[in-house]
């Protein structure tokens, strides 16, 4: 499916019920619910977007139900209805998805895309509504899946550091944008980086980004480089780096990473939900 990259987002359009109504959706690795915006919504956010309209489909039916969906950036509430979901060539009947209630104005009223496709494991849908993965593979449709892998080791530069040697965890997610990295690590990363702690991130100077190390994560014994150019962000001469802290271990107790947009823009990223790999290609 084609995707389009927004600041810190990868969204792209579905339709969903007959006659198909049309939505700009994030495509969310990190989280399993599908949601739009819709005319039972009453919040500023849901009044400059695409809002899904029931009764205006015939397909659509009404599960009666609702659920409070949370995110990093937000929490809003939505009421459960099935019906036909397109994309491209993907048709899943009977889909259930979220129908927005509320939602909170920031981050959702700036937002170029209407709601959110989650295509994580259904473990994390909330409610155990089933997913639209679920529902492609149900139907013999098209799956693409997410899922947490090993981190075995990391280097900088050209030196192996400790981190991870007893074993990380880490996050393939389209819907955040910086790498984040265990709060153990930051301090000494910062140091090797010679960033400083702002109100506007960690700065670098923008003159020292050919001379930075280039980061260097190994995955089963393969080398996923990371170059200065792909994790400083340079915005109008003043740069930061495209990295922060995650202050929360895996579900293991293990250190936890996200690999956001920041990594992923360098990467072709394939999710294999029947295997529970993920494959990497360098972006051309």
């Known amino acids: ?37 819709s005319t039972y919504c009453a919040s500023p956010a849901c009044f400059n977007h695409n809002k899904f309209k029931p009764k205006e489909s015939f397909t659509f039916t009404d599960n009666g139900q609702s659920y409070t969906i949370s995110y990093g950036s937000g929490t809003l509430t939505v009421v459960l209805g099935s019906d036909t979901l397109r994309i491209q060539t993907i048709t899943v009947k009977n889909q259930e ?3 927005s209630k509320n939602e909170p104005t920031q981050p959702f009223y700036y937002a170029e895309f209407d709601g959110i496709l989650g295509m994580a494991y259904p473990s994390l849908a909330v409610g155990g509504t089933p997913t639209v993965l679920q ?18 080791r990391f280097s900088i530069g050209q030196s192996v550091t400790d981190w991870c040697r007893q074993g990380c965890q880490a996050i393939v997610d389209t819907g955040t944008f910086l790498v984040t990295m265990p709060q153990q690590y930051i301090d000494s990363f910062l140091q090797t980086v010679g960033a400083q702690l702002t109100s506007y991130g960690y700065a670098v100077d923008c003159n020292q980004i050919q001379n930075m190390p ?27 780096l495209g990295i922060e802290a995650t202050y929360l271990p895996s579900q293991n107790g293990q250190p936890l990473w996200i690999l956001g947009d920041v990594f992923l823009k360098e990467y072709y990223t394939v999710f294999d939900m029947a295997n529970n790999r993920v494959g990497f290609a360098p972006s051309v």
């Open 97 to 99: 998805f979220g129908l």
């Open 214 to 240: 280039i980061i260097t994560f190994i995955i089963n014994g393969t080398r996923l480089p990371l170059h200065p150019s792909a994790y400083v962000l340079n915005d109008n001469g003043y740069c930061t």
């Open 135 to 152: 529902g492609m593979l149900q139907q013999d449709q098209l799956t693409q899946p997410i899922f947490s892998f090993y981190f075995c």
């Open 1 to 37: 499916m084609p995707a389009w990259d927004w600041e810190a987002s990868y969204f792209g359009e579905i339709s969903i019920g007959s006659p198909p109504q049309n939505f700009l959706v994030l495509f969310d690795t990190g989280s399993s619910n599908l949601w739009v915006p």
